[in-house]
């Protein structure tokens, strides 16, 4: 009815409402994060998203795997971390396209072992993305870095990108994950959009389903982002 009514083309603020010519709202988090994961991309290693939910980090991670040539890049995905160590290793086997041995050991020389054959057999690099890290068991992340050593850490075969809410820094602050702190080589905190963001991105939303007229007051709008604290 309120489509109807204001002659909507679509519902504008619906996910996944499948209209392929809604356009990218580039906030400035958006932005800086963007260039940060181009960057670890070209220099590999770890790197670290944090931010509350509804500040864009899920959709920037998104975007930036969409944009790998998968012919160059094998990415994988998760997002299940409230997992056991073998869980967590089984899974990444699973991306990886590989059957996973019984036992935990025989799955990390796996996994090591693909992660090489990828780059030097069929010259891809493996980009692996855990969204919601902060859930991660203190044994997974201990694992993390030492899945990632190779050839006494003289050689970067994958591209690890934690991310997680605010929690996460607090979390690698801690002495028993210092030794990965210290390998984290891209560290980017999402802030949230600002007052005048949030108002362009609403009246921009709203152009593209083809609502041309102001049918949102000032104060309104304000009222809404303020609401927001940040989230889109």
């Known amino acids: ?3 109807n009514y204001w002659s909507m083309a679509y519902n ?3 996910k996944n409402n499948g209209e392929s010519s809604v356009k990218l709202f580039d906030s400035k988090d958006y932005i800086n994060a963007k260039a940060r ?11 670290l998203l944090t931010g509350l939910s509804g500040t864009g980090k899920t959709y920037a991670l998104k975007k930036f795997a969409e944009g790998l040539n998968p012919s160059l890049y094998k990415v994988i995905y998760i997002l299940l971390s409230t997992v056991t160590v073998l869980e967590f290793y ?22 090591q072992q693909r992660l090489i054959s990828l780059v030097k057999d069929r010259n891809m690099r493996c980009v692996i993305i855990i ?5 991660l068991q203190t044994a997974i992340l201990n694992d993390l870095k030492l899945l990632l050593n190779f050839e006494m850490d003289s050689k970067d075969y994958a591209t690890l ?19 990965l702190k210290q390998r984290i080589v891209m560290n980017y905190n999402f802030t949230g959009i600002n007052k005048e963001e949030g108002k362009k991105y609403i009246l921009d939303k709203l152009k593209e389903s083809r609502v041309y007229e102001q049918i949102i007051t000032e104060g309104a709008l ?6 927001g604290n940040g989230a889109i």
């Open 1 to 3: 009815m309120y489509k």
């Open 12 to 14: 504008p603020f619906q």
């Open 37 to 47: 994961l181009e960057h670890l991309n070209k220099l590999g290693g770890i790197g």
């Open 90 to 111: 089984k899974s990444l086997a699973y991306g990886l396209d590989l059957d996973p041995p019984g036992r935990k050991v025989d799955i990390f020389n796996a996994i």
């Open 131 to 135: 969204d919601e890290a902060q859930y």
């Open 161 to 179: 990108i934690l991310a997680g809410q605010p929690l996460l820094n607090n979390i690698l602050t801690k002495k028993a994950h210092e030794a």
């Open 222 to 227: 304000e009222a809404i982002v303020f609401s």
